[in-house]
């Protein structure tokens, strides 16, 4: 027995031994199995240990149990140094490094209308201009009647106008043909002088390359004691050369008419169509872009403004139409498709100023 035993003892010396010198975990996983394993040299002496008397068996087993415990000891400790060394060497290979420059941003882009709607705001803003907003579902009311437009009046059937359901109390309702109704909501509520801007969303049941069922426009309206056409002029002369960015650009009033303003100009800018190039500026040829005029004074008694005592001017643009010329797109369509490869070519940086569609208004 006691040869065996030193048999033994050398066995788990060997064993330690091996496993301290293990040097990765397919190795020491090698030595568990040889010493441990089902067919282990640990495994095959202890049962061995039946064909030993009571005795013997009992202190053979004592020796044995302790054999094996401080070998796997010796494993398991040896594993956990094996694993974690792994880990380290891991972690060192995959290390980030930090200093690589980072991936572009696919940053979003600014929308031609708003980007329009937020320079043309900056503008009138820099005039003295607030901006002012109404509902997109109006009355008959405000859309026409109002407007110095009558049930009879042709100009109600000029703006194709979509027609809703009554309200519950019968009041007629239509999708706002345009943002004028804007100026007579305004001056009910608000005491002279105003001086707004209103712009926003506008409905027509007209479909085709040049019109679409929603577009936008903006409306302007100034009421005070002293107003007149001669400031009309002037505040859209340097709206008009601010917003294309040609100082000398001609702009022509010409007389026009619409119900609500007496008398009505249709305001045209300069441009060239040379040799097949557009180009708005000095030139040979004129391009009509907003429609404006002395508020009519049937719309100021309307809204209780005397019009004995103030008078104004209003005006009124479409946002596409003056996006479309200034930033030379071809097509109104796209506008409303929002295909990303549109929205990359003529999508825009925000501008680095308040504007409305940040909340130039909170
Ligand atoms: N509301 C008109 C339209 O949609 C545009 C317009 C013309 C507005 C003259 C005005 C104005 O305020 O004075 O065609």
């Known amino acids: 027995m006691v040869i065996i035993m030193d048999e033994w003892l050398e066995l788990k010396a060997n064993l330690i031994k091996a496993a301290e010198e293990s040097s990765d975990l397919e190795a020491i996983e090698a030595i568990r199995i040889s010493a441990v394993g089902k067919k282990g040299s640990i495994t095959g002496l202890m049962k061995s240990l ?11 087993g004592q020796l044995l149990n302790k054999i094996k415990t401080e070998v796997t000891a010796a494993i398991d400790s040896r594993k956990v140094d094996l694993e974690s060394s792994a880990l380290e060497a891991q972690l060192l290979k995959d290390r980030v490094d ?20 937020d320079e043309l705001t900056a503008i009138f803003c820099q005039m003295g201009f607030s901006v002012a907003e109404g509902p997109h579902i109006e009355t008959d009311y405000y859309n026409f009647t109002a407007l110095n437009i009558p049930p009879e009046h042709p100009a109600r059937q000029e703006q194709d106008t979509f027609y809703l359901p009554p309200d519950d109390t019968g009041v007629p309702r239509v999708l706002r043909t345009h943002t004028s109704p804007v100026q007579i909501r305004t001056m009910e509520k608000t005491a002279p002088p105003i001086k707004i801007i209103v712009p926003g969303r506008t409905f027509r049941s007209d479909h085709d390359a040049t019109h679409s069922p929603m577009f936008h426009q ?64 000095k030139g040979d040829d004129w391009l009509e872009i907003l429609g404006s005029g002395m508020v009519h004074p049937r719309v100021l008694a309307g809204c209780g403004i005397d019009p004995d005592e ?19 797109i071809p097509d109104l369509r796209p506008f409303y498709d929002s295909d990303i490869r549109w929205l990359k070519h003529y999508g825009f940086v925000p501008l680095d100023i308040p504007t409305v569609s940040k909340g130039i208004n909170q």
Request: aromatic share 10%; with cysteine; hydrophobic share 40%.
């Open 218 to 281: 903006v409306e302007g309206l100034v009421i005070d004691k002293k107003s007149h056409m001669g400031h009309l002029k002037g505040c859209l002369i340097d709206f008009c050369r601010a917003f294309f960015g040609v100082d000398d650009l001609p702009v022509r009033f010409r007389p026009s008419y619409f119900p609500f303003t007496e008398p009505s100009a249709e305001v045209d800018i300069g441009c060239t169509r040379a040799g097949g190039e557009f180009r708005i500026g």
């Open 50 to 60: 039946g064909g030993l008397d009571a005795e013997s068996r009992k202190e053979a």
């Open 310 to 328: 103030y008078q104004g001017f209003a005006f009124g643009m479409g946002i596409e139409r003056i996006a479309m010329l200034k930033y030379g």
């Open 98 to 117: 930090v200093t690589l420059p980072v991936r572009p941003d696919k940053a979003g882009s600014i929308h031609p209308i708003t980007q329009t709607i």
